[in-house]
């Protein structure tokens, strides 16, 4: 899978990437989360969601360009643009994979549902809850082929 090898040549040989390696790596799904629970939460919940997920894509973006700065893994003379375009590639990869994609994705899921269930009259009760249980069982389906298509 290119994106599992994508997530584990992050770094050096052994070297623990705690943006893509650890648990750490689901704040970038948090909007995921977010949308899933779109229709049971205040409104300001889902906006709140992206930015958890913003700040771990920036997070990454800004380790990812330190370790090429302080790393000998370029010309001193190429050092600079090199780190500039690798946090670029982290920035737009992160963007799309993890925020972008499967949140319009999961919304899209979950409005679907929604229309699907008002059409039908099943509302209330048991019925408000059915969007955001499908759209949580969607996210661990969609993460892979999506880090894929990002």
């Known amino acids: 899978d290119e994106g599992e090898e994508e997530m584990e040549s992050s770094g050096p040989e052994g070297e623990v990437d705690i943006y893509r390696d650890t648990a750490l790596r689901y704040a970038g799904y948090a909007n995921e989360v977010g949308e899933a629970f779109a229709p049971l939460v205040p409104s300001w919940c889902v906006p709140a969601s992206y930015g958890i997920a913003i700040t771990y894509v920036v997070a990454d973006t800004v380790d990812k360009t330190r370790k090429a700065l302080d790393g000998d893994k370029y010309s001193p003379k190429a050092t600079l643009t090199c ?13 799309a994979a993890s925020v972008a ?5 999961i919304h899209q899921i979950v409005a679907i549902t929604v229309a699907l269930l008002n059409a039908a009259g099943l509302t209330g009760d048991i019925y408000d809850s059915i969007p955001t249980v499908i759209g949580l069982v969607t996210i661990p389906f969609i993460v892979k082929p999506l880090d894929e298509l990002a």
């Open 83 to 95: 780190a500039l375009i690798e946090g670029l590639d982290a920035l737009i990869w992160q963007l």
């Open 101 to 105: 994609l499967p949140g319009y994705t």
